[in-house]
């Protein structure tokens, strides 16, 4: 299976900015859109955007639009997530995923076959 490992969680205060880091390697799957979801204690993964495979078209979730952006390098299989202004509430495991087979974004959790292992990120008041 191809593998992701997400990178650049932290402990942040309000109003702060970090930067994920989703690097993709193992079986090769070309240009299939990608997304970062987030779950925090008690709740339900999160979908917060997604990325075609051709990195034209995005799509944010209202909690984060206009404060998260997403980035993606096609050709070394790499997708960043730039966090600016952020909330307590943005507090969460932040994962990246793949879908394979498809290059159009999907708002699931189950529309997507590789997950990485999470990395934290703690917002404090």
């Known amino acids: 299976q191809v593998q992701l490992v997400e990178s650049g969680g932290g402990l942040v205060q309000a109003g702060g900015s970090l930067r994920l880091s989703c690097a993709a390697s193992?079986?090769?799957?070309?240009?299939?859109?990608m997304g970062w979801f987030r779950q925090a204690p008690g709740k339900e993964r999160e979908f917060i955007v997604g990325?075609?495979?051709?990195?034209?078209?995005?799509y944010y979730a209202d909690s984060v639009k206009g404060r998260f952006t997403i980035s993606r390098d096609i050709a070394k299989n790499t997708v960043s997530l730039q966090m600016d202004s952020l909330k307590p509430d943005d507090t969460a495991v932040y994962y990246c995923?793949?879908?394979?087979?498809?290059?159009?974004?999907?708002?699931?959790?189950?529309?997507?076959?590789?997950w990485g292992q999470g990395t934290q990120v703690t917002v404090s008041s």
């Open positions: 990325i075609s495979g051709t990195a034209n078209t995005r």
């Open positions: 995923a793949a879908r394979r087979g498809y290059n159009s974004i999907a708002y699931s959790s189950d529309e997507y076959d590789y």
């Open positions: 193992g079986h090769t799957f070309s240009n299939n859109a």
